[in-house]
């Protein structure tokens, strides 16, 4: 199975901040990548895929990059309604994994 | 609108089989392959399998594939997941999902199920 490492594993950020959060595939994925944000107690939301497309209805201050094994999300101007959890999947190889998450708090 | 709407969690006994449905609707079902996805409390996403439009191709995480059987109804837009042989490491919150077709786009809002005596 690819395994996909997240980073860092919590982060925490003022309102209005840029963050990013990585993804490291443990072989090349080849774009094969969505992003997902998990607010608590609900269940999880697509917000890229492909790597870099936006999904619909996602604000544009989302924003993903990234190419082989290396990929991550941008969050600009951060908001409060941001505060989530955050999963990267690999879909390129079977079975589909997910990072462990990134758990983005308010500073 | 889209919905997924799971049902069938619960308590049940080490050993035992439970069935679990998600009802979809908003949306032409007959389309779109299908997916299971598990959460264990407090922990990440695990990808449990898939069926495609017509159930001519079902695909299993390996480690699951001995347990678990996922099936559908086109004609009453309803996806299965049947578990058998549930142990403690099987309590999770099971989430039904509509794949394009390796991520996916939508997710119903999850049903708990707990495996203890």
């Known amino acids: 199975d690819i395994r996909m490492t997240q980073s860092p594993a919590s982060l925490s950020a003022s309102l209005g901040e840029t963050v990013n959060i990585e993804c490291l595939a443990s072989e090349d994925i080849y774009s094969d990548l969505a992003w997902y944000q998990q607010k608590p107690g609900k269940s999880p939301q697509l917000l890229i895929y492909n790597a870099n497309s936006l999904q619909n209805g996602v604000p544009s201050r989302f924003s993903g990059s990234g190419s082989g094994t290396q990929y991550s999300l941008k969050i600009n101007s951060l908001q409060s309604e941001d505060v989530a959890t955050y999963f990267c999947?690999?879909?390129?190889?079977?079975?589909?994994?997910f990072g462990a998450g990134t758990k983005l708090e308010l500073k | 609108e889209v919905k997924l709407v799971e049902s069938g969690g619960g308590l049940v006994q080490p050993g035992r089989s439970l069935k679990l449905s998600c009802a979809a609707s908003?949306?032409?079902?007959?389309?779109?392959?299908m997916g299971w996805v598990r959460q264990a409390p407090g922990k990440g996403l695990e990808w449990i399998g898939e069926?495609?439009?017509?159930?001519?191709?079902?695909n299993y995480t390996p480690s699951l594939k001995d347990k678990f059987t996922i099936s559908r109804d086109n004609a009453q837009n309803t996806l299965y997941l049947q578990m058998s042989k549930l142990g403690s490491e099987d309590t999770a919150i099971y989430y039904c999902a509509r794949q394009l077709p390796y991520y996916f786009d939508y997710w119903g809002q999850g049903v708990m199920v707990t495996v203890s005596s």
């Open positions: 908003g949306f032409s079902f007959n389309d779109y392959w």
């Open positions: 069926i495609n439009q017509d159930s001519s191709t079902i």
């Open positions: 999947q690999q879909y390129n190889n079977y079975p589909p994994t």
